[in-house]
């Protein structure tokens, strides 16, 4: 069985900074591609930043510039580092990762961590 967990949300002033991490475990041969989702209320959920295996990434939106996502391939792990923090920002945050377990290559979500910036 394979689980991806994020942590790391909360409560943040704008200007702020909160870093999330997401950490896949269980049956795992692969991981390719691993992301950052959001979804704020009322509205579609939306990709933030991207990472390849290789490191290559990709970023939409209002989190140029002030996202950095990273990845430590030998913890199963990506990270989302952001800063300067607005309050169009307050969203859950979801994880995803493309994993090759034991049914082969598949898109694992997490079950979302929340973030919210206070103006």
């Known amino acids: 069985q394979v689980q991806v967990t994020e942590s790391g949300g909360g409560l943040v002033q704008a200007g702020g900074s909160l870093r999330l991490s997401c950490a896949a475990s269980?049956?795992?041969?692969?991981?390719?591609?691993m992301g950052w989702y959001r979804q704020a209320p009322g509205k579609l959920r939306e990709l933030v930043a991207r990472?390849?295996?290789?490191?290559?990434?990709r970023y939409e939106g209002s989190a140029k510039g002030r996202f950095t996502i990273s990845r430590a391939n030998a913890k199963n792990t990506v990270y989302l580092q952001m800063n300067s923090l607005k309050a169009e920002d307050t969203a859950t945050y979801y994880c995803?990762?493309?994993?090759?377990?034991?049914?082969?290559?598949?898109?694992?979500w997490g079950q979302g961590t929340q973030v919210t910036v206070s103006s």
């Open positions: 269980g049956r795992i041969e692969f991981i390719d591609a």
């Open positions: 995803i990762a493309d994993i090759d377990g034991t049914r082969g290559l598949i898109d694992y």
């Open positions: 990472i390849t295996s290789g490191g290559t990434t």
